[in-house]
């Protein structure tokens, strides 16, 4: 099992920043792709932004030049900062783990973080 734990939301106004992190921890074989999902209240859950294990990332085009996800494969965190908050980034923010073991897909996933931004 993999165990990821969340930190760094709150309540920001807009145009502020915000960081998150993700520790993982566990059996983390086989896991290559770290990211932030993100849901807000009545919408389903949807990708932010993912890291490879090499450093490709991923972005929504929503966050594209707001956001910026890094990781530190050392630490087996994931890093999601984001400035120029808008008020619809207001959601529950997930942290992802995910790859292939022993040829299967797995995903691991946090307990989510509250961001609330202020108009």
């Known amino acids: 099992q993999v165990q990821l734990v969340e930190s760094g939301g709150g309540l920001v106004q807009a145009g502020g920043s915000l960081r998150l992190s993700c520790a993982a921890s566990g059996f983390l074989y086989g896991i290559n792709t770290m990211g932030w999902y993100r849901q807000a209240p009545g919408k389903q859950r949807e990708l932010v932004a993912t890291?490879?294990?090499?450093?490709?990332?991923n972005y929504a085009g929503s966050v594209k030049g707001r956001f910026t996800i890094s990781r530190d494969n050392a630490k087996n965190t994931v890093y999601l900062q984001m400035n120029s908050l808008k008020p619809d980034d207001t959601a529950v923010y997930y942290c992802?783990?995910?790859?292939?073991?022993?040829?299967?897909?797995?995903?691991?996933w946090g307990q989510g973080t509250q961001v609330t931004v202020s108009s």
């Open positions: 992802n783990a995910g790859g292939l073991r022993f040829a299967s897909r797995v995903d691991y």
């Open positions: 890291i490879t294990q090499s450093g490709i990332t």
